[in-house]
């Protein structure tokens, strides 16, 4: 009788340790962001909601490639994030709920997140408007001496904005270290990329400034991280900033008011079928570093997890009236003078 086939081991350039990582990480992002989704439908998540699903790779191949003390910054997509920097998830649920809890105190809710503790430097409602944010925030630990970076991420559609040429011209101009990525999920809203431009590798964008750039397959997270790295060790070496074009996709809509019904499902399912976390399952499993029944545990304590941030969320109080007035001005020992 022939001699049963067993399954090769992977080799891959990282450890055991970091792929289970990427998936508890990845994973958490996901069953979150579904059950905002759900609560959405329920009323219970009120304005405007982005969700990050299918994009999770771009934040946790990011994180695990960065430094303590480097900061972050994104658009209005901004729930996982902060997840992927470590931020309790009662807090990032209680601001979509509009609670006094909230990482936000619940006055920034899905688009406005921010987390001084992990370093997220927020989620920003304006489109483009992060992007010089960004490049200040890389100029500001230029300046202070520190060795660490700004990451400031954007959307596809973000990239016809005047701000974006004008902060990669300065940061390049300056040398500043913050890493520009587009999380290029193919489409501004509902509109495609083609659409929108005659030039569709957007990473090319940054040749009229000369700085560094490099188109990433983003549903891969071994990829991302190593574009990262990548991009890090230059900006800590003083030789400025780097653009990256994550090449991702949403499986939802634009927002939760977006039925998306400018793709076809089998460009969907197409996108699918490479799935960040089901390549990371996939590399896992071949390696024998876990069993397929281990995985499930790990997603059903995901699972109760973001229930607990649920509970957490619905029984917290909402802000008080006089939080109106809190927060708008940050007293400074500047010597101002009055003219």
């Known amino acids: 009788m022939a001699a049963k086939a067993t399954a090769k081991k992977t080799k891959t350039a990282f450890s055991k340790e970091q792929y289970m990582e990427w998936y508890r990480s990845m994973l958490l992002m996901r069953r979150f962001e579904e059950k905002a989704g759900q609560l959405y439908g329920q ?33 209005y997509r901004d729930h996982a994030h ?3 920097l470590g931020t309790d998830p009662n807090r990032v649920m ?10 936000s105190k619940g006055k920034g809710g899905s688009m406005h997140m921010f987390d001084k503790e992990v370093n997220f430097m927020g989620g920003h409602g304006i489109v483009g408007g992060q992007i010089p944010l960004g490049a200040g925030i890389g100029f500001a630990e230029m300046y202070k001496g520190t060795k660490n970076l700004c990451i400031c991420y954007m959307g596809d559609g973000a990239v016809r904005q005047g701000a974006f040429h004008e902060a ?5 101009t300056l040398k500043m270290p913050t890493i520009f990525v587009v999380e290029n999920n193919g489409y501004a809203m509902g509109t495609s990329v083609k659409r929108t431009s005659n030039v ?20 891969r997270v071994e990829d991302v991280h190593n574009a990262v790295k990548k991009a890090a060790d230059r900006a800590r070496k003083g030789d400025g900033p780097t653009f990256l074009e994550f090449r991702t996709y949403r499986y939802k809509g634009h927002s939760m008011s ?46 109760e997890r973001v229930m607990e941030s649920v509970k957490f969320a619905e029984e917290s109080p909402w802000p008080d009236a ?7 001005y940050v007293e400074s020992d500047y010597p101002f003078v009055d003219s």
């Not at 979509?96 to 809890?101: E, I, P, Q, Y």
């Not at 019904?261 to 071949?286: A, C, N, S």
């Not at 006089?322 to 708008?328: I, K, P, R, V």
């Open 43 to 75: 009323q219970k998540i009120r304005g405007f909601c982005h969700l990050y699903i299918g994009q999770e790779a771009c934040a946790a191949g990011s994180v695990s490639a960065l430094e303590e003390g480097d900061k972050y910054i994104t658009a």
């Open 94 to 103: 209680a601001e979509l709920f509009g609670k006094a809890t909230g990482v």
């Open 200 to 219: 569709t590798e957007l990473y090319t964008l940054a040749d009229a400034y000369d700085m560094p750039s490099e188109g990433v397959d983003a549903m």
């Open 168 to 172: 990669l011209n300065m940061a390049m």
């Open 322 to 328: 006089s939080e109106a007035y809190t927060d708008n």
């Open 258 to 303: 977006d039925p998306a019904k400018y793709r076809t499902k089998e460009e969907l399912e197409e996108y699918k079928q490479q799935d960040p976390i089901e390549q990371v399952k996939r590399t896992i499993l071949k390696n024998k570093w876990a069993k397929e029944e281990d995985l499930k545990e790990i997603d059903t304590q995901i699972k």
């Open 82 to 84: 902060p997840l992927a």
